[in-house]
């Protein structure tokens, strides 16, 4: 069974931190990209950073690049997402994803985890 679980998120205050985990099981961990989303209130999920199936690679979106950090750790399969410099309008559930189109396509998604930046 392919689970995909977030863990880390509540609420901080603006310019704080926080660390996204996301546990992994039920499938080839390694093979898979990773991605980071998330949806605030009224608005489409959108990609906050994305690591290849290495970590050799990441992309991030402009609003976050130079204040979150996207890794992963494939023997433990677990990705995490470190958030600095925390703003309110990053307030929003942030999802788990991953994705390969090693002998086909597959896409998984996790439950989501809350973060909430106000004073």
């Known amino acids: 069974q392919v689970q995909l679980v977030e863990s880390g998120g509540g609420l901080v205050q603006p310019g704080g931190s926080l660390r996204l985990s996301c546990a992994a099981s039920?499938?080839?961990?390694?093979?898979?990209?990773m991605s980071w989303y998330r949806q605030a209130p009224g608005k489409e999920r959108e990609l906050v950073a994305s690591i290849s199936t290495t970590g050799g690679s990441t992309n991030y979106a402009g609003s976050v690049s130079g204040r979150f950090v996207i890794s992963r750790d494939n023997a433990k399969n677990s990705m995490y997402l470190q958030m600095n410099s925390l703003k309110p309008e990053d307030t929003a559930v942030y999802y788990c994803?991953?994705?390969?189109?090693?002998?086909?396509?597959?896409?998984?998604w996790g439950q989501g985890t809350q973060v909430t930046v106000s004073s």
């Open positions: 994803n991953a994705r390969t189109y090693v002998s086909g396509y597959s896409n998984y």
């Open positions: 039920g499938f080839t961990f390694s093979s898979y990209g």
